[in-house]
């Protein structure tokens, strides 16, 4: 079943900050973080396995919440570069499917 | 250390021809994963592999989509014959077998069945 992402779209100015959600209905093993660009692969940012860990990469970070099955990214002081699509990917189980959301565009104008 | 390749980038073919694509995943990746992604969308998974052996084709539709992994190496994914709606971006991605299964993507071939 494919977890839900919110919001659909962001518009920031740079320096803003931004969080983007992504909800399961199902009991989750992990959740991965994905940045797209337009007409580029999707490239990996993070994994967060259940246990409520919380991660960071640079000035982007995100956290996962085992009872709510929900995981948040948080992009911090956001540059340019961040403009993206950004896709959440969850597992229910060790080396299972991975199946993605729908897809949150970030759009970041100087 | 090179990225997943794919060939070709972009593919525009008639409806009820033949298509072919290929990838060579990430030298010592054992897994491999076919993805199709609609525009706007985000990946849905067609077949993961574990080396040779395909370990998870559920979602592909195997009348007309075939695909091999010889040698557990290179991977080719087959559609005969294309209709319209198999017009979209065909994601090759590949992982290492563990926990963690972060999986690195190709960049995908474009296809549009006319």
């Known amino acids: 079943q494919q977890p839900v992402q919110s919001p659909q779209a962001v518009i920031l100015r740079e320096g803003e900050d931004a969080v983007i959600n992504c909800s399961s209905s199902?009991?989750?093993?992990?959740v991965h973080w994905y940045r797209q660009k337009h007409g580029e692969a999707p490239v990996f940012l993070m994994i967060l396995l259940k246990g409520g860990e919380q991660k960071g990469h640079d000035k982007i970070s995100a956290s996962f919440n085992e009872k709510k099955q929900q995981s948040s990214l948080y992009l911090t002081a956001s540059q340019l570069s961040y403009s993206g699509t950004y896709f959440c990917g969850t597992e229910k189980t060790s080396y299972g499917k991975l199946t993605f959301g729908q897809g949150t565009i970030l759009t970041v104008h100087p | 250390e090179a990225g997943v390749v794919q060939s070709p980038r972009y593919k525009i073919i008639e409806k009820k021809q033949p298509v072919a694509f290929w990838c060579n995943p990430i030298?010592?990746?054992?897994?491999l994963y076919w993805y199709l992604q609609n525009l706007g969308q985000g990946p849905e998974l067609l077949i993961r592999?574990?080396?040779?052996?395909?370990?998870?084709d559920s979602q592909l539709p195997k009348d007309r989509f075939s695909a091999e992994r010889l040698k557990g190496v290179d991977s080719t994914l087959k559609i005969q014959p294309a209709e319209l709606g198999d017009s979209a971006v065909y994601l090759c991605a590949s992982s290492l077998s563990t926990e963690y299964n972060e999986q690195f993507f190709g960049p995908g071939t474009r296809l549009t069945v006319l």
């Open positions: 592999y574990e080396n040779e052996e395909a370990v998870d």
């Open positions: 199902k009991a989750l093993y992990s």
């Open positions: 030298s010592g990746h054992n897994t």
